[in-house]
């Protein structure tokens, strides 16, 4: 079939091969039958329906309902075959409209005839196609066949009848038959040519029948809608359609614009060469002018000499679906009609190219491709104004192109610059981290990403920059499409306190809600590009049950002083099928101002965490796992060893207010493994865990009355422990305290123990 939805007719009622009970005949003059000889060639079917007139005048049958929807476009295909070279027979058919699934009231039909040919058997032209809107309130539709001028025993044979919903644009202001010219070329007018209907296709999916119109002579012959549509003045359009000259021919697509008066105050015109007998997608946008009140679609092609003949197909005329808000132009925004001014560091090639797919719009997009081993740098030339303090979102969707044997993956990312009142770069974009899409060989496959930020103080414009790592892909073409640049909130806040040794991370991105976003896992990215895992409240982030709120993350062990960022997948159960993910920027992590101090953290209890003094470098010990055995008769002993035990050390730190000491002592009691972090340079990299074995603690002063402690502890390395955090540094039982009056007050400000925790 060459519409491209199913069809909403059961096989008996379209194939036949159960019979012809589906179908019902009225008017008394009318049998059906079924037969095996006359089905439609090179189908699926083996059987036909005969209907054969019992006297001379006319048959009718109808067929069963099947589902419709309101306001939705429904077309219906009848082949028909007939057994005489007689003229003069009509064929009509007609969709009828009900407001209840069986039985209820009909609403209303939509009828299309046309003379049959006097040529015996199954042929194109003879594909009758009828369609129409579904009115309000219709649930259900049948199709009607009648054909008229029957000589008793006369009769035609239908097959593989097909009834569907029919594609349309979003918007599409033509009406089906003009966009596809499936009933008649009526929605048409040309000068220079003459116009009529073809038989066949130029895009798969659109129907059986094209708009053909050939030239009288050399020259311009516009093909133009009979109708304008109306328009809204400042608003963008875009306007579609396959051509196929069977000269090698430049088309023009256009739009005029005409005012209240009809007429004609503007034209938007797109010139595309287009090969010799050869389908070629063509589009025009515009933005209607001043004074518009309506618009006409016009295909206007250079015919060269008399008697040439031009097909369209497909085409539609519709107000653009930019995306809300988008500060960008729709041709910003997709590439439809004309390349905007982009700036390319590391490709070649930057062109508009054709490609679809069902995450983007339209049918072109960026393209370019990749040279050099590097970062690519894809920026837009126009500076897009921007308020300071105000927070903006910059998207887009990234593709790329393998050919390399190889599955490979394409690495994306978009940012933004940020420029003063004279366009100098005021401050460039730290950005998120980039996103991967693995790419399997011969495909082309790709995804999206977005990043917020708030534009800084004295920023008059932005420059959205979209960049591909191409330093490992075995890409051959990258794509960009559906750019955008729009106010937003934060999709998360990033914060280093110095104070409590923790970044905070808040992320308000609500992933699409599915089932592959039933859980969410969060890790710390590392300089080196080491991953681990954050531990959340009361569990690590790994695969846990999805909360569709602000989620607030405290991570006390990203080591001191280090760049850091953030990757928060969500994903099905197992963590294999990912619906979405956001990588942050990178971050310094805290610092302590006072570098002769370290952090004693307690990883699952950061409210126990406190800053101490080491009175000396740690002086490790590593203990041999070894025995020797003396052998009778034997000169030397047999040895036997296993690794070498972990470092262990004496620990000595210095305490010198009552409130750290009895924090300190707080810390050692709970037995758990203790985290130690200090500056770099301090001897001590990265991240220190350490199982706390005999402790001593004397005071410093021999009067009791001047604060200071030194504690001596027994201390052996181990791995990171597991587990969850339990409350936070900033939250504690005294901040409680502090914030409310009564447990009353309390509860009327949390719901749960974890907005306590991490809202105080």
């Known amino acids: 079939m060459a519409f491209s939805n199913p069809n909403l007719l059961a096989d008996n009622a379209s194939t036949f091969e159960g019979g012809t009970t589906a179908w019902v005949t009225t008017g008394g003059n009318t049998t059906l039958s079924v037969v095996t000889s006359e089905f439609i060639p090179g189908g699926t079917s083996t059987r036909s329906m005969r209907m054969t007139a019992t006297a001379a005048g006319s048959i009718e049958t109808i067929s069963p309902r099947w589902t419709v929807s309101e306001g939705k476009t429904f077309a219906v295909r009848l082949p028909i075959r007939q057994n005489t070279t007689t003229a003069g027979k009509i064929f009509t058919g007609r ?337 998120d981290g980039f996103y991967t899409v693995n790419i399997a060989n011969n495909t082309i496959n790709g995804s999206a990403s977005t990043e917020t930020r708030t534009a800084p103080e004295g920023a008059a414009f932005a420059r959205v920059v979209i960049e591909f790592d191409h330093s490992y892909s075995l890409c051959n073409l990258y794509y960009v499409d559906n750019v955008s640049f729009l106010e937003a909130t934060p999709e998360y806040e990033l914060v280093s306190d110095n104070a409590t040794g923790a970044v905070r991370l808040t992320v308000n991105y609500i992933p699409p809600v599915n089932a592959n976003s039933a859980f969410t896992s969060i890790h710390r990215i590392d300089e080196d590009g080491k991953t681990s895992t954050l531990r959340g409240y009361g569990a690590e982030w790994r695969t846990v049950p999805t909360v569709y709120v602000p989620l607030v993350i405290e991570d006390y062990e990203a080591p001191l002083g280090t760049r850091v960022s953030y990757a928060i997948r969500w994903t099905n159960a197992d963590g294999t099928v990912r619906s979405s993910s956001l990588f942050t920027q990178t971050i310094t992590a805290p ?56 470092r262990t050390a004496g620990l000595t730190i210095l305490v010198w207010d009552p409130s750290s000491n009895a924090l300190f002592d707080s810390l050692l009691d709970s037995g758990l493994p203790v985290l130690i972090q200090a500056m770099p340079g301090y001897g001590i990299e990265g991240n220190l865990y350490l199982a706390v074995g005999d402790s001593d603690v004397e005071q410093l002063s021999p009067d009791a009355r001047v604060p200071g402690w030194r504690w001596s502890l027994a201390v052996t390395e181990v791995d990171r422990p597991e587990g969850g955090l339990q409350g936070s540094a900033l939250t504690t039982w005294q901040s409680i305290y502090d914030g409310y009056a009564t447990w009353e007050d309390l509860f009327d400000a949390h719901e749960t123990w974890v907005t306590v925790l991490t809202k105080g």
């Open 591 to 646: 610092v302590i101002p006072d570098p002769d101090y370290v952090w004693f953290k307690s990883p699952g209890n950061p409210a126990l965490n406190t800053m101490v003094l080491m009175e000396a470098p740690l002086k490790w010990s590593r203990a041999a796992r070894s025995a020797r055995y003396d052998v009778v008769g034997r000169k030397n002993p047999i040895h036997k060893s296993d690794v070498r035990g972990g």
């Open 95 to 431: 969709i009828t409209w009900f407001d209840a699934p069986s039985g209820g009231n009909s609403l209303g039909a939509a009828d299309f005839s046309q003379p049959l040919n006097t040529t015996s058997g199954w042929w194109n032209a003879n594909h009758v196609i009828t369609s129409g809107v579904a009115p309000a309130g219709a649930k259900s539709a049948t199709v009607k066949i009648t054909v008229t001028g029957l000589a008793a025993g006369e009769f035609v044979n239908t097959d593989d009848v097909y009834a569907a919903e029919v594609p349309r644009r979003v918007g599409d202001m033509l009406t089906y038959n003009t966009g596809s010219c499936e009933n008649d070329a009526s929605g048409w007018t040309v000068t220079n040519g003459a116009i009529g209907r073809g038989v066949g296709t130029l895009y798969g999916g659109a129907g059986y029948y094209v708009l053909s119109t050939t030239s009288v002579a050399a020259g311009d012959m516009p093909v133009k809608t009979n109708l304008s549509y109306a328009v809204t003045p400042g608003a963008d359009y875009v306007a579609y359609g396959v051509v196929h000259p069977t000269w090698a021919a430049d088309v023009s697509i256009e739009l005029y614009w005409y005012d209240a008066g009809a007429a004609q105050i503007g034209t938007e015109t797109r010139t595309v060469p287009c090969p010799a007998a050869t389908n070629t997608r063509i589009a025009v946008a515009g933005t209607a002018p001043a004074g518009a009140a309506s618009v006409r679609l016009v295909l206007r092609p250079v015919a060269t000499a008399g008697a040439q003949v031009f097909y369209a197909d497909d085409m539609s005329l519709c107000p653009v679906p930019n995306k809300p808000g988008n500060l960008l132009t729709y041709e910003e925004f997709s590439t439809e009609s004309v390349l905007p001014a982009w700036t390319l560091d590391g490709g070649t090639g930057l062109a508009r190219t054709y490609l679809t797919s069902n995450i983007t719009d339209g049918f072109f997009t960026l393209a370019y491709t990749p040279v050099d081993r590097k970062i690519h740098r894809l920026s837009l030339d126009r500076l897009i104004p921007v308020t300071p303090g105000t927070t903006y979102a910059a998207g887009a969707h990234y593709f790329g192109r393998n050919q390399s044997g190889e599955t490979t993956p394409v690495t994306y990312r978009v940012l933004m610059d940020w420029y003063d009142a004279s366009g100098v770069l005021l401050l460039a974009d730290n950005p």
